[in-house]
């Protein structure tokens, strides 16, 4: 049942209302610093706007580096905002942290996804592969959720 509503909230990749409500309040957590320290908010410029827009994200660590997934996949409209922006973003966790945001290759992703799937516990409805799977199913849909590995611009 749970996974039913939260596939509702993001029917067609995007939030519903609901959605886009508790995004707002998790994206506000995220940026004052609370929530803990994989709850941040990714600020990136809109590709037909130009704002600034925010988005609450899970950091994953994987050995040693951190990542933001897509867990709505290709369609989420922050991946094309990123893509469209050549990678250039922000993180707030409490401070804003200008990044990088460079695209992990499909054949490397699997590794990322099941542990995000182990900090991000919300993005479990979304991607369809038990987060103790073994890698090889994780390798079989890593190519239609992005990756993006977090690199601090200096």
Do not use: C
Request: hydrophobic share 40%.
């Amino acid at each position: 049942m749970q996974h039913a509503i939260k596939r509702w909230m993001y029917e067609g990749g995007r939030p519903n209302r609901l959605a886009a409500f508790l995004n707002g309040i998790w994206g506000w957590v995220g940026s004052l610093g609370l929530g803990g320290s994989r709850v941040n908010t990714l600020q990136v410029r809109g590709r037909r706007t130009g704002r600034l827009t925010s988005i609450p994200v899970v950091i994953a660590d994987y050995e040693g580096e951190r990542y933001v997934v897509a867990m709505l996949g290709e369609g989420a409209n922050w991946v094309a905002n990123v893509r469209a922006a050549g990678g250039q973003a922000a993180l707030r966790h409490g401070n804003r942290e200008t990044v990088h945001l460079e695209e992990v290759d499909a054949g490397a992703r699997a590794p990322i996804l099941r542990r995000y799937l182990e900090v991000a516990p919300g993005a479990r409805a979304h991607i369809p592969v038990d987060q103790r799977a073994p890698l090889a199913e994780f390798e079989q849909i890593a190519s239609q959720y992005p990756v993006f590995h977090v690199r601090v611009d200096r």
